[in-house]
């Protein structure tokens, strides 16, 4: 899948789109990292584990979502995040894949005001890296620095991307596997009231 993708750093996301930055700046080469097989590999290895460990602490924090939950929103954004989260990781993926998002959007509007802000601010930074550019060009035309700039900057909007939906993946994950689809308070509400019942 990795050896016949086309994707760059420009308009894709993922571990290939961030190794790949010194392809398109060539004059950065030697600041940033040798384009070799290991750095390739050591890459792959902390967005893999990245994902991994932000999504285990999502899944293991005891801050459980309120609130009786749509199934329905619930596995969308399960479906969206889990698209997201395993595309980034396999390659680099041209932006249009983002599409996928859409199945994320209902329930980031469920979620606090904070989180859901910062979650749609870096869900559309990553997703409009041409309008980026076209400032960056209508700044300096010439000046790779201000392309280089921008760029990381979309970049590093899209791996922000890449920690918020895993910790929510993670979090929504304990919540159905533990209680289904209902929250926790209304879990623990409904054994208190079998065990009023019972006795």
Known sequence: MRAGNTASANYAYGFGSLWSIPKILPRYEAMLWPMTTTSEFIFFLVCATGAAAIAA????????PEGDADPVIELFFLAGAALYIGTFI????????????????????????????????AAVLSMNFWSVNSIGQFISDSDTRVSFVLMIFVQMSKCLLLGLLSFEFGKLARRRLLYGTTSPIRASEGSEIVAENLS
């Open 57 to 64: 602490l999502g899944f293991f924090s005891r801050n459980d």
């Open 90 to 121: 396999l390659s680099a993926n041209w932006d249009y894949r983002l599409v996928m998002l859409v199945l994320c959007a209902p329930y980031i509007a469920t979620m606090p005001r904070s989180q859901r802000y910062l979650t749609l601010g």
